[in-house]
């Protein structure tokens, strides 16, 4: 289960327990974030999406860190995937306004990332670099991925790191984001997030301009796995490739799984 859906990680029991692999739970942050102006969510179900503009809601790790520790022993063997915004802490925010120069918030992600290895609560961290930052998505860019990704180089990890990848219909910007990638410490990229290109989208549903928001589901499918062959190819001595995007039931799943993708 990709991440968005166990926000908290306070579900980790549940999801091993329904069959579950493994769920990514968050994206979540060092402070506590309340998220955008409601509503996150809206539905349309000709297309079998769901417009997301939640704006990464969590308690913040210090809490979030309780329910891990409360859910350790409930939990057999599945591993405990958190998923990390990269994006500005509130304080920061507050200092800066709605541009928050990329330093401040590599340092935020930084803090994130050193606190869950430091108190060891995940198996693996999923890097978000798709989250937006004032409306844009400031580290889907080769040059700035490639500063979040040294200084995060210098963090002592005992866990894999993977990137949550964007998805893009660039694929010279997509594979310039797997370049960097492979120069630094990242053993896995999850292919992809929500679409934010809404022209490449064949709409079912009415969907106006003032309805912000990526689209998850069923539109992610054939580009998500497009992406996911492309980097399977081209980066899968590398790279461990986690394929996610409009997977609705088991078969589709297993014809992933056929075709030597997942
Ligand atoms: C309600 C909802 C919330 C999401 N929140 C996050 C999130 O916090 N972090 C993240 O990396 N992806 C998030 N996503 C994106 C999903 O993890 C996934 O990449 C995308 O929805 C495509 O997969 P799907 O077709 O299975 O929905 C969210 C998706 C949905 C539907």
């Not at 402070?31 to 000709?46: A, D, I, S």
């Not at 997301?52 to 308690?59: E, F, I, R």
């Not at 040059?143 to 040294?150: K, P, Y």
Request: glycine letters at 8%.
């Amino acid at each position: 289960m990709s991440a968005g859906f166990d926000k908290n990680v306070q579900l980790s029991p549940l999801m091993e327990d329904v069959g579950f692999g493994f769920a990514s739970g968050g994206s979540v942050t060092m402070e506590p974030r309340k998220g955008n102006l409601r509503p996150w969510f809206h539905r349309l179900p000709n297309t079998k999406s769901v417009v997301v503009y939640a704006g990464m809601p969590n308690y913040g790790l210090e809490k979030i860190s309780d329910y891990i520790e409360l859910n350790r022993s409930k939990v057999k063997s599945m591993p405990t995937v958190v998923s990390v915004a990269v994006i500005a802490d509130k304080s920061t925010k507050d200092e800066f306004g709605p541009v928050v120069p990329e330093e401040y918030i590599i340092r935020d992600v930084k803090k994130a990332v050193s606190y869950i290895v430091e108190n060891s609560l995940a198996s693996v961290i999923e890097i978000n670099i798709s989250c937006p930052n004032a409306g844009k998505e400031p580290f889907i860019y080769a040059d700035t991925l490639e500063s979040l990704l040294s200084e995060l180089d210098s963090v002592e990890r005992n866990v894999p790191f993977w990137i949550k990848m964007p998805h893009l219909y660039d694929l010279k910007q997509f594979d310039s984001l797997l370049k960097v990638i492979v120069e630094h410490n990242i053993r896995g990229v999850t292919v992809a997030n929500l679409i934010k290109d809404r022209g490449k989208v064949d709409l079912k549903d009415p969907l106006t301009d003032d309805i912000r928001g990526g689209l998850s589901g069923e539109p992610t499918r054939t580009h998500s796995l497009e992406l996911i062959g492309y980097t399977y190819k081209n980066y899968g001595d590398k790279l461990t490739v986690i394929g996610v995007g409009g997977v609705f039931r088991p078969k589709t799943h297993t014809l992933r799984l056929r075709q030597g993708l997942v």
